[in-house]
């Protein structure tokens, strides 16, 4: 079992960045892998970034390729989301999730995730 606690949304302008944070309870962090999410008014949950349980693969939407960089630090239970160059586009509830890492499902589809954090709410003004 693992519970995530997502932190570091907040109101920025286009251009600025934002560090989105997550923070997982349990013992076994290591041997989850991790993803963002965001899903914005209307619209259904999307991928955003994801990172294995070792750190060592990564993958990316196309749409935040180049700009967002997701990484981890095991020893201390988290996840972090480092974004960059953000645009009106990028207006979102950030979700943190966890699957198993002998789960071999897409690490790009949210389906595959077991457990959730509550999000945090990113808005970028133009």
């Known amino acids: 079992q693992v519970q995530l606690v997502e932190s570091g949304g907040g109101l920025v302008q286009a251009g600025g960045s934002l560090r989105l944070s997550c923070a997982a309870s349990?013992?076994?962090?290591?041997?989850?892998?991790m993803g963002w999410f965001r899903q914005a008014p209307g619209k259904e949950r999307e991928f955003v970034a994801a990172?294995?349980?070792?750190?060592?693969?990564?993958y990316y939407a196309d749409s935040v390729k180049g700009r967002f960089t997701i990484s981890r630090d095991n020893a201390k239970r988290t996840v972090s989301l480092q974004m960059n160059s953000l645009n009106t586009e990028d207006t979102a509830v950030y979700y943190c999730?966890?699957?198993?890492?002998?789960?071999?499902?897409?690490?790009?589809?949210?389906?595959?995730?077991?457990?959730w954090g509550q999000g945090t709410q990113v808005t970028v003004s133009s």
């Open positions: 349990g013992r076994t962090f290591g041997t989850y892998d």
């Open positions: 999730a966890a699957k198993h890492s002998a789960d071999y499902r897409d690490s790009t589809v949210a389906i595959s995730y077991n457990y």
């Open positions: 990172i294995s349980w070792t750190g060592g693969r990564t």
